[in-house]
Each structure stands twice: as C-alpha cells, then as structure tokens.
C-alpha cells in the first residue's frame, strides 16, 4: 500500500491534486492506516493516470466520471457506450474550435481597422466599434458595426 505522498510521487502529481480528486468523488483511498493516513493500491495509481489521461485529451470531471462508471463496469458496457462520450466530446471540441476561429475573424477585422497610431483614442475604431454594436447582439458571426462584418 502507498501513502498518498508515495501516490503522488509516482503518478507525478500534487498531493493536493490527489485530495482534489477525491473530494469531487474520481479517487478514493483504499483503505486508511490505524493513524488515519490515506492508503492506495496499485490498481490507485492505475485509476489516477486513467484520470490524467482522460484529462489531458479535454475530459471534465464530470465526463471522467461518466468513463470511470464504464471502465468499472466495462463487461456491462459496449465500445458504442465509450465511443458515444468520446464522440460528444468531440462534437463539443469541434463546435468549440469554430466558434474560436469566428472570434478570431472578427478580432483580427477589429486590429486591422485599427490604424495602430500615437493619436488619441478619440475616434478609436475597435472602440466605436464595440461601443456602437446592437444591444443584446453579438460581434462575432452576426451582421453588426462594418469592421466586424
């Protein structure tokens, strides 16, 4: 059995990450020592770098909480139920990646409009421009000021 410092060490994270983790519910020690220290097993240190993993491909907690529920119960589940939450993922990554490229269209349309200049912002036209939109309205991917069309 491993103290969390020893988990920790080993899956090359914060004991703090370790108790982060286990208070939103994806770790649980395994058992705890006669002197109240947390102890993890192996199979531990295998859910923490599931957890990492999970979490460096975009996963929040609570969808690695959803792929925990089916690696614990993977010979209830299909691939189809996994692959749907990766699918899901994806689809929100997707929607995700076009709507920061609309954002970086209409940012880029606000800095060339821009002369850039030592004069005041007096007539500023990223200012005028974020001033004078519609109420309520978006400047991304909307019919808005001219600059940001």
Same mark, same amino acid.
């Not at 020893?6 to 770790?27: C, I, P, W």
């Not at 990492?52 to 792929?67: D, R």
């Not at 974020?130 to 978006?138: E, F, I, Q, T, V």
């Given at each position: 059995?491993?103290?969390?410092? #020893?988990? *920790?060490?080993?899956?090359?994270?914060?004991?703090?990450?370790?108790?982060?983790? #286990?208070?939103?519910?994806?770790?649980?020690?395994?058992?705890?020592?006669?002197?109240? /220290?947390?102890? /993890?097993?192996? %199979?531990?240190?295998?859910?923490?770098?599931?957890?990492?993993?999970?979490?460096?491909?975009?996963?929040?907690?609570?969808? =690695?909480?959803?792929?925990?529920?089916?690696?614990?119960?993977?010979?209830?589940?299909?691939? @189809?139920?996994?692959?749907?939450?990766?699918?899901?993922?994806?689809?929100?990554?997707?929607?995700?990646?076009?709507?920061? %490229?609309? =954002?970086?269209?209409?940012? @880029?349309?606000?800095?060339? *409009?821009?002369?850039?200049?030592?004069?005041?912002?007096?007539?500023?036209?990223?200012?005028?421009?974020?001033?004078?939109?519609? *109420?309520?309205?978006?400047?991304?991917?909307?019919?808005?000021?001219?600059? =940001?069309?």
């Amino acid at each position: 059995m491993l103290k969390i410092g #020893e988990l *920790a060490n080993l899956a090359n994270v914060s004991q703090d990450t370790l108790r982060f983790y #286990e208070k939103h519910g994806l770790m649980r020690p395994s058992a705890r020592s006669e002197a109240g /220290y947390r102890l /993890y097993s192996a %199979q531990d240190l295998q859910r923490i770098r599931f957890i990492l993993s999970a979490k460096e491909v975009g996963f929040t907690l609570k969808e =690695i909480e959803e792929l925990l529920a089916l690696e614990v119960t993977r010979d209830e589940k299909s691939c @189809q139920d996994v692959k749907s939450l990766v699918d899901e993922k994806l689809a929100t990554v997707t929607q995700r990646i076009h709507d920061l %490229q609309r =954002i970086k269209k209409s940012l @880029q349309s606000l800095s060339d *409009a821009c002369c850039g200049g030592d004069e005041p912002a007096t007539h500023c036209t990223i200012l005028e421009a974020l001033s004078d939109h519609d *109420a309520g309205s978006s400047l991304v991917g909307g019919k808005h000021h001219d600059l =940001i069309k």
